[in-house]
T-cell receptor
Framework: NAGVTQTPKFRVLKTGQSMTLLCAQD?????MYWYRQDPGMGLRLIHY???????AKGEVPDGYNVSRLKKQNFLLGLESAAPSQTSVYFC????????????FGDGTRLSIL | GQQVMQIPQYQHVQEGEDFTTYCNSS?????IQWYKQRPGGHPVFLIQ?????EVKKQKRLTFQFGEAKKNSSLHITATQTTDVGTYFC??????????FGTGTRLKVLA
């Protein structure tokens, strides 16, 4: 049971570089979420998706883009990385609707120099 | 926009003491979830509350949802070292997304 898998686990980027974080779930969940976690600020929602081909903005979407071309995958892109995007990124999925638990991946620790 | 605050931010307790964390929303919630995150780990779902005034128990953990559905609490009786971690509430106002609280970090001293 893989659940929610995030790749990579760690990454160091230089300011201005781009990269894509991949989230894959094998539970056939409809909803997927990207959060960032910074010390003392809890988890903040970046973008989310309620189904294949759909995406929507969360609390802190600026500087990020997402795509959900396949139901099982949710990609988070940083077009031009900035030091303020240094954070731990968590992906989560839930079956359907807001009344379902969110299942989280192990996170990606991203540092922007 | 919707905000969810948690207090306290940190709590150190002696093993065997009780612990409570409080969650307050700026808006009325349709439901609230609680998660636990161990150091270095990812959030793990604990429970969901939906009804006004609802109380649920999981062994030594008691969860409450306020009558106005704007606040919630998690109480742990007789803490153990295995309870160490950060506890988050996450509220939804009926949309597809959840707003997480700032979390309460619990440290249990043996």
């Amino acid at each position: 049971n893989a659940g929610v898998t995030q790749t990579p686990k760690f990454r160091v980027l230089k300011t201005g570089q781009s990269m894509t974080l991949l989230c894959a779930q094998d539970m056939n969940h409809e909803y997927m979420y990207w959060y960032r976690q910074d010390p003392g600020m809890g988890l903040r929602l970046i973008h989310y998706s309620v189904g294949e081909g759909t995406t929507a903005k969360g609390e802190v979407p600026d500087g990020y883009n997402v795509s959900r071309l396949k139901k099982q995958n949710f990609l988070l892109g940083l077009e031009s990385a900035a030091p303020s995007q240094t954070s731990v990124y968590f992906c989560a999925s839930s079956k359907n609707g807001i009344s379902q638990p969110q299942h989280f991946g192990d996170g990606t620790r991203l540092s922007i120099l | 926009g919707q905000q969810v605050m948690q207090i306290p931010q940190y709590q150190h307790v002696q093993e065997g003491e009780d612990f409570t964390t409080y969650c307050n929303s700026s808006t009325t919630l349709s439901n609230i979830q609680w998660y636990k995150q161990r150091p270095g780990g990812h959030p793990v779902f604990l429970i969901q509350l939906v009804k006004s005034g609802e109380v649920k128990k999981q062994k030594r953990l008691t969860f409450q949802f306020g009558e106005a559905k704007k606040n919630s609490s998690l109480h742990i009786t007789a803490t153990q070292t295995t309870d160490v971690g950060t506890y988050f509430c996450a509220g939804s106002s009926g949309t597809y997304k959840y707003i997480f609280g700032t979390g309460t970090r619990l440290k249990v001293l043996a």
